[in-house]
């Protein structure tokens, strides 16, 4: 009985260690300010959001083409819309007037995303709201990591915004 209880657990263990490299993160990119001069060329943009009215978690990003990376968001294919082959300045067109979805809108941000290498993969053009709406202009958390010649963005709600919406976090305790 013993020597299958040992079994069991290598098992478990080599199971657990290959689900763990598997899903191991790569390697971070950063972003950078920029202006909208620097977009050329043509770019693959992902309208991720504004699935209904009041929408936050909205963001576009253009995907630099021809490169050696393909963007892909961390979310269902529900979340976000493609669109191929856009010039710069009608992707920018289109990627401002995307984020007009809600009603705190205020302005946009252009950022570059740059590799490690120093490259730019890309940028991402996010909605800036009034800061006295939700206590801040900037209400999404953004990450973005290659793995596989592939960027991987990871978007979330920060948490003080998602806590607003659910009411706080008042603890219900029966009295």
């Not at 490169?67 to 009608?90: M, S």
């Not at 010649?149 to 607003?164: F, G, Q, R, S, T």
Request: with cysteine; hydrophobic share 40%.
């Amino acid at each position: 009985m013993r020597k299958i209880d040992r079994m069991a657990c290598v098992t478990v263990l080599g199971i657990v260690v290959c689900f763990c490299v598997s899903c191991t993160p790569g390697v971070r990119l950063n972003t950078q300010g920029a202006q909208d001069f620097e977009v050329t060329g043509t770019y693959t943009v992902i309208f991720y959001g504004c699935n209904f009215y009041e929408d936050f978690e909205t963001i576009a990003f253009l995907d630099k083409e021809g490169d050696q990376y393909i963007f892909e968001p961390y979310a269902p294919n529900f979340k976000y819309r493609i669109r191929k082959g856009v010039e710069a300045k009608e992707a920018l067109s289109e990627a401002t007037n995307f984020l007009h979805c809600n009603t705190a809108f205020q302005s946009s941000q252009l950022s570059k995303i740059i590799a490690p290498s120093g490259v730019i993969v890309g940028y991402e053009v996010m909605p800036l709201y009034y800061p006295f709406v939700y206590g801040s202009g900037d209400v999404l958390l953004r990450d973005y990591r290659i793995k596989d010649h592939k960027v991987v963005i990871w978007i979330k709600l920060a948490p003080w915004v998602e806590n607003m919406l659910s009411g706080g976090s008042v603890k219900d305790d029966g009295k």
